[in-house]
Structure formats: structure tokens, C-alpha cells
């Protein structure tokens, strides 16, 4: 066990991770799942509240980190969602082809090791054109930012359990045989903007 990675990054995610912009932004893309949903790393459970009850039959929740769970298992007390927790990382997903009418990742993919590997794991479990939503941190357009995130990348990636400020979420999801249907992007938060450039949207399988 490792005390930084099961207790002080679970507390750091808990307490830092969900200010009011992220929030809002969650209370309006979370809704849009559906059916059998898997979410990529749902951290301390801070979509939990956001996800319709009356239209999520079940939510598979996979997380690698105990710590997580831990924190996550008290959010699910505050729904009615039938939760199944999955300790895998999301490289390894224990679900059918096929399987799932929906997807769910909010600052996973920019922490992902494996994100090729993962993203094509997400396609394989979804249905044909299912969706996938996404909320994630990434390389920012303007250079100066860029420059500042490049710097930053290796303390974050330390600091917060492999983040990685420099992917570009649209182009990773697109290379992995989805379209995007939907797509924002601006800088959010109270955090620098090296810290805090978001895209937020959905994509489909081309299946």
C-alpha cells in the first residue's frame, strides 16, 4: 500500500478536484448518460450526484485506487444509482463487447499511461453509435500556456498520479475511431491556465 496514492492524492482529488465551474459543467454532461454505463475512473464519486437515476440502469464505476473507493462508496450514499465497483485500470476492462450504452470520463484520460490502449478498450465495450462524454485537461492553444504546461507536466505527473498536461483529448479520441459530436473548450477554474485548459463534450462509435 502506498500512503500518498491510497490517502493524500485521494484527499487532494476530494477536496480540490470539483470547484464550481468543474461542477456546473458535470451537473450538465453526467446527465446525459443512459442505460448500462461504465464510468473511466470515477475518483472520490464527485458524478455521482449528477447522473439521472431514472434513466441509468446500472453504473460500472472502475477504479484502480482503494483509496478512491473508499471516498466514492460515501458519495454513492447520497443516490439511488446501482454501483459496481471494478478495480482495474482503465487499459483492462472486464465487460462484453458490446456491452454498455454509455461511457463516462471526466480527468481520466489525461492520466491514463496506456491512452491509446484505453480508448480502444472503450470503443470495444460500447455499443454501436453509443456515446461517450468526456470532460478532460489538455494541451491549451496559446503558446505561452503551452510552454508553462510543459514545464509543470513533470511535477503534475508526480503530484497527481500521472496527469498529463500536454495530450490533446480531441485528437486521441478522434484517432481511436470516434466522432465527436459535441465539443467545448475554454479555461476553467481558480487555477493558473496552465493548470486548467478543459474540453467537455460527446463522442459516438463509428461502428
Given at each position: 500500500m502506498s500512503l500518498?496514492?491510497?490517502?493524500?492524492?485521494?484527499y487532494l482529488v476530494d477536496n480540490l478536484g470539483d470547484p464550481p465551474p468543474i461542477k456546473a459543467i458535470r451537473q450538465q454532461i453526467v446527465a446525459l448518460a443512459q442505460g448500462e454505463v461504465l464510468e473511466i475512473?470515477?475518483?472520490?464519486?464527485?458524478?455521482f450526484i449528477h447522473y439521472d437515476v431514472?434513466?441509468?440502469?446500472?453504473?460500472?464505476a472502475l477504479e484502480p485506487n482503494p483509496g478512491m473507493i473508499a471516498r466514492a462508496k460515501k458519495q454513492e450514499e447520497k443516490t439511488r444509482l446501482d454501483i459496481k465497483y471494478i478495480d482495474l485500470p482503465s487499459e483492462r476492462i472486464p465487460l462484453d463487447n458490446n456491452s454498455i450504452d454509455t461511457v463516462?470520463?471526466?480527468?481520466?484520460?489525461?492520466?491514463?499511461?496506456?491512452?491509446?490502449?484505453?480508448?480502444?478498450?472503450?470503443?470495444?465495450?460500447?455499443?454501436p453509435n453509443a456515446s461517450f462524454i468526456f470532460f478532460e485537461l489538455g494541451l491549451a492553444p496559446d503558446l505561452p500556456i503551452q510552454r508553462w504546461q510543459k514545464r509543470l507536466e513533470p511535477l503534475c505527473r508526480r503530484l497527481?498520479?500521472?496527469?498529463?498536461?500536454?495530450r490533446s483529448?480531441?485528437?486521441?479520441?478522434?484517432?481511436g475511431d470516434f466522432?465527436?459530436?459535441?465539443?467545448?473548450?475554454?479555461?476553467?477554474?481558480?487555477?493558473?491556465?496552465?493548470?486548467?485548459?478543459?474540453?467537455?463534450g460527446m463522442a459516438v462509435t463509428k461502428k
Open positions: 500518498y496514492r491510497d490517502h493524500v492524492y485521494p475512473g470515477p475518483g472520490s464519486g464527485a458524478n431514472t434513466k441509468v440502469t446500472r453504473l460500472y463516462v470520463s471526466t480527468f481520466t484520460l489525461c492520466t491514463i499511461t496506456g491512452i491509446e490502449q484505453a480508448i480502444q478498450e472503450i470503443d470495444r465495450v460500447l455499443k497527481f498520479q500521472g496527469l498529463y498536461l500536454t483529448i480531441p485528437s486521441l479520441i478522434t484517432q466522432q465527436i459530436t459535441q465539443i467545448k473548450a475554454d479555461y476553467l477554474a481558480q487555477f493558473p491556465k496552465s493548470l486548467s485548459y478543459c474540453w467537455w
